[in-house]
């Protein structure tokens, strides 16, 4: 890319390296690629991996695509799995899953529910509904239970915008 196209996409303001950074930059370029710096040669690419990079490449572009086009459709859906573990999001399934809607619950009430819609309310609403929701908060002290347990009860109150 030269550097007039790239000022005019991504700006010229950016972070130059520093003086060290500079010296140690030209040392290495120098210096002979033996021993530890073998690693740092340039090896061109074969044929056959400039043919793997382009095809890996043009898959991406098109799997990509197809993505983006399917999320124009008013039937995109995504299901709701635990990405770390792949199993249904539930209740008690994976403790940072839990963590996270217990702070998703606080923050929304913090908020006077000002984010919250109708399809985010039932999500909540059914991933507490699995088992006693008051008795898998992993808040360590009673302060934080007691913030959580309010959040859940007025949540269950509050009509979505």
Known sequence: MKSSAYNKEFGKERTKPGFFAGILGF????????????????KPPT????KLFTESFDTVIVH???NLHQLDADHFLLTNIDFDTGSKTALGEYPLT???Y???VIRLKEKNFSHLN???KENILTFYSSNDASTSVTGTDGQDKQKF??????????QPQ
Not at 47 to 50: G, K, L, N, S, V
Request: without cysteine; charged residues 35%.
């Open 98 to 100: 839990d963590k996270t």
């Open 64 to 66: 990509y695509s197809g």
């Open 118 to 120: 109708a399809p985010l």
């Open 149 to 158: 347990d309010e959040a859940l009860a007025s949540l269950k109150d509050v």
């Open 47 to 50: 044929p056959d991996a400039e």
């Open 102 to 104: 217990e702070e998703l």
């Open 27 to 42: 040392v290495i370029k120098i210096s002979p690629k033996i021993g530890p710096l073998k690693a740092m040669k340039f």
